[in-house]
């Protein structure tokens, strides 16, 4: 069975995409930038930026009955290296005990305010 879990940006209708897709024990979570989906607001800092996107995704997977502690992988997409070290606090924060394989990759983003983006995938036993 499949779970289809929305946070409500317009860009998951004009992309053609879920917040999260829950196919059995797993959850898979697509890149999250760091916007707040209540307001809309994209903040000007890379610490902030990150902190919204582990906000938003904490709550698509709690929808789908997972918690951030169940995450096995982790992909952080960045602007550019030199925001690593003003990330690497909220990283460490939600990251830090759970220590999941990860991987960061410095790219592009498709609105010039985004600083990053984070990608789970999740596996409850």
């Known amino acids: 069975m499949k779970k289809l879990i ?3 940006s317009s ?19 697509s890149g999250v930038t760091g916007y707040n989906y209540k307001t809309m607001i994209m903040p000007n800092d890379i610490f902030s930026q990150a902190t919204n996107c582990f906000e938003t995704i904490q709550k698509s997977l ?8 169940d995450t096995v992988r982790v992909q952080y997409t960045l602007t550019s290296s030199k ?9 460490e924060k ?5 220590r999941p394989a990860a991987t960061m990759v410095i790219a592009n983003m498709i609105k ?7 990608e789970i995938t999740a596996l409850k036993n």
């Open 62 to 69: 709690i929808e789908g009955g997972f918690s951030l502690s």
């Open 94 to 98: 939600y990251m830090g005990n759970i």
């Open 11 to 29: 860009f998951e209708k004009k992309l053609g995409y879920s917040r999260a897709v829950i196919v059995g024990n797993w959850a898979f979570v």
């Open 112 to 118: 010039p305010e985004m600083l990053i983006e984070i």
């Open 83 to 91: 925001l690593v070290d003003d990330a690497a606090p909220v990283l």
């Open 6 to 8: 929305s946070s409500g």
